[in-house]
């Protein structure tokens, strides 16, 4: 084992495992170590399907080291200490590796404890999530024993990872209720720190006709922070002036607050919000060349998502490359990003944008509609494609 590294990369998830299999697979493959603790790795995405009832979760599950690229050194320990002084990186370990470039790649934190009463929780008195592993059964648990009263859906006010899937998870609530007749004494409440259903305008405008006509109640500009499980109460505050809302629960599904990694939002790679300061064009760190970062924990201004990581890879790889030989770094991200946005089971609208939130499309036809086939390319499609594309460097 080496403890020094020509790229060194944190995190092997989505963005750490495919630019590693980039660069193990160069005719000249680079000298890749990886940091990165855990034992597995999961496909999120599909925890939408999942807590709504669809998949068993073990299906987003695979061992970490089936990804791991040929020849790349598995390091597992968590970092904790960035010197870029020094082209260092400290672990909890207390090991010390160094490298000639570093791909800074460890996704966003989930802060439980940020929501009063949350943490410890989830998958008890009807508060479910799909935010992670270990709490994505509750969704289902609760939606299947769900009868009637109200069923809240949260989106806290903090950047996450797939800005959707808080209100995915809703529109699959709200057909399941339908489809057991229990719908009609039910309320279905979408309760978002946002200031409306969607960011970008094309999208915007089918989902609030489907919002009016499935007969949501919504409230915009409103942050859940705290939770009384003996009293299913969920308490938010309005985000202009404080006032509370205090909105009664049979169950509730909680996006909840994220953030930088603490052990990145401390770091001098850091910006001012604690994300890795990056160039959101070239992915390339603002003040140290030989640091690149992409992915929930860097601090290009996109929606935090695969579908946006698999796009930011080419162009952190050809442009890691290009600063190694010392050329110019020619390759751009342009922000895209996708959200394919379950509006019901065997219906999804397909959203893809850029960062200046104008559509970026890729099928010919209006993808602002609901469509079965869109819904089969997120079952079945889009799974495959990561484990077997994405991961592996090739797509
Ligand atoms: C419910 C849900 C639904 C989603 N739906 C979609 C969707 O439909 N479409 C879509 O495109 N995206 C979706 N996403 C988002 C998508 O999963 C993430 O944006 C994507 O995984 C980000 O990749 P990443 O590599 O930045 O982070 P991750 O894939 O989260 O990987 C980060 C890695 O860093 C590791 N790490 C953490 N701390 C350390 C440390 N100290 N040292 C070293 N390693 C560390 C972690 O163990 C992990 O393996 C969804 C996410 C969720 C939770």
Known sequence: MSNHHQVLIIGGGSAGLSVASRLRDLDDPLDVGIIEPSEDHYYQPIWTLVGGGVFDKEISRREEAEFIPDGAEWIQEAASEFQPEENAVVTDAGNRYTYDYLVVAAGIQLNWDQVKGLAGNVGSHGIASNYSYETVDSTWDALRHFKQGNAV?????????CAGAPQKIMWLADHWMRKQGIRDQS??????????????????????????????????????????????KAIFEQIEGGDQLVIDYEMI??????????????????????????????????????????????????????????????????????????????AKYNGYASCPLVTGYG????????????????????????RYSMYALKKYGLPEMYWNGMLRGRM
Not at 153 to 161: D, E, H, M, S, V
Request: aromatic fraction near 10%.
């Open 347 to 370: 219906r999804l609208i397909l959203c893809e944008f850029d960062y200046d939130g104008n559509p970026d499309e890729s099928f010919p036809f209006d993808q602002a509609q609901e």
């Open 153 to 161: 859906f949260t989106f806290p006010n903090t950047a996450i990872k």
């Open 253 to 330: 599904h909680v996006t909840p607050p994220q953030g930088p990694p603490d052990f990145i939002k401390e770091s001098p790679i850091a910006n001012e919000d604690g994300w890795v300061d990056v160039d959101k064009y070239t992915t390339q760190h603002v003040e140290y060349p030989n640091i690149f970062s992409l992915g929930d924990c860097s601090s290009l201004p996109t929606s935090k998502t695969g579908a946006a990581v698999r796009k930011e890879v080419p162009v952190t790889v050809e442009n890691l490359l290009s600063e190694m030989r010392g050329d110019a770094l020619g």
């Open 187 to 232: 309320n279905v409440v979408y309760a978002a720190a946002t200031g409306g259903i969607f960011g970008v305008e094309t999208y915007a405008r089918p989902l609030s006709k489907l919002v009016e006509e499935r007969d949501i109640e919504t409230h915009y500009s409103v942050d859940l922070v705290e939770i009384v499980p003996e009293e299913k």
